[in-house]
């Protein structure tokens, strides 16, 4: 078999914190088969390239990816921006919040309160 790949560890990569903006680079690393330094230094270029946006939470990094920003391949040509490959092999993951359905306040109908009770 092969050991050629259609995507490069950058696509990889950038794949994983668009389905996961808050994957550590230990998963990230085990996902995609390359070490932790590895994953480290293409989110670096990924950065420095405005491909990701890093913002520091706590302890930890959220990324967000520039989808306007456009692929890189030597023809140079059609410049398609990152979203069209992004949505096209990726599985986002969903919020709890988006998960879960919009309630409206006010919406529910109160039970009255039960007296309280005399002595």
Same mark, same amino acid.
């Given at each position: 078999? =092969? &050991? /050629?790949?259609?995507? &490069?560890?950058?696509?990889?990569? @950038? *794949?994983?914190? /668009?389905?996961?903006? !808050?994957?550590?680079?230990? %998963? #990230?690393?085990?996902?995609?088969?390359? &070490? !932790?330094?590895?994953?480290?230094?293409? @989110?670096?270029? *990924? !950065?420095?390239?405005?491909?990701?946006?890093?913002?520091?939470?706590?302890?930890?990094?959220?990324?967000?990816?520039? +989808? %306007?920003?456009? *692929?890189?391949?030597?023809? +140079?040509? %059609?410049?398609?921006?990152?979203?069209?490959?992004? !949505?096209? #092999?990726?599985?986002?993951?969903?919020?709890?919040? =988006?998960?879960?359905?919009?309630?409206?306040?006010?919406?529910?109908?109160?039970?009255?309160? =039960?007296?309280?009770?005399?002595?």
């Amino acid at each position: 078999m =092969s &050991t /050629w790949n259609f995507l &490069t560890n950058h696509a990889h990569v @950038l *794949l994983c914190v /668009w389905e996961d903006p !808050e994957a550590r680079v230990r %998963d #990230i690393a085990t996902r995609v088969g390359i &070490t !932790e330094r590895a994953v480290q230094r293409i @989110l670096q270029e *990924l !950065e420095a390239d405005e491909y990701l946006v890093r913002e520091r939470v706590g302890r930890r990094n959220r990324y967000r990816v520039r +989808g %306007d920003r456009p *692929l890189r391949h030597p023809g +140079g040509g %059609d410049q398609r921006p990152v979203m069209v490959l992004l !949505e096209v #092999i990726g599985r986002r993951k969903t919020t709890r919040a =988006s998960a879960r359905p919009a309630v409206r306040r006010g919406s529910r109908t109160r039970r009255p309160r =039960s007296r309280a009770r005399s002595r």
